[in-house]
């Protein structure tokens, strides 16, 4: 019923810069939260930054100042622009978002696959 698709990753030498954009897509009748994980290899998945609706963004302390998270809540997408990127950056990066779907009251969190961000030193 809900899906949500990232774009946007790819391979950028340290110092350059990579937008992601994740969209939702479906029978969605309002979306709260939206936000972005990631995760390197062999470590846990972790939060980078999330923003509610209406409200302000809040990051993850290594990338404050460097990545930004903005939301286009008339296309349901969540964007992550990412500054100043260092090799430790180079993770899959997930998207999330709390959604309430059409007909119901609650709502849920969907995740989008991933895209793979590789920073090269």
């Known amino acids: 019923q809900v899906q949500l698709v990232e774009s946007g990753g790819g391979l950028v030498q340290a110092g350059g810069r990579l937008r992601l954009s994740c969209a939702a897509s479906?029978?969605?009748?309002?979306?709260?939260?939206m936000g972005w994980y990631r995760q390197a290899p062999g470590k846990q998945r972790e939060l980078v930054a999330y923003?509610?609706?209406?409200?302000?963004?809040t990051y993850e302390d290594s990338v404050k100042g460097r990545f930004t998270i903005s939301r286009d809540n008339a296309k349901n997408t969540v964007y992550l622009q990412m500054n100043s990127l260092k090799p430790e950056n180079t993770a899959v990066y997930y998207c999330n978002a709390a959604i309430v779907v059409t007909g119901y009251h609650y709502g849920m969190i969907y995740w989008g696959k991933g895209t793979l961000v590789t920073v090269s030193s």
């Open positions: 479906g029978s969605i009748a309002s979306i709260n939260v």
């Open positions: 923003i509610p609706t209406g409200g302000t963004p």
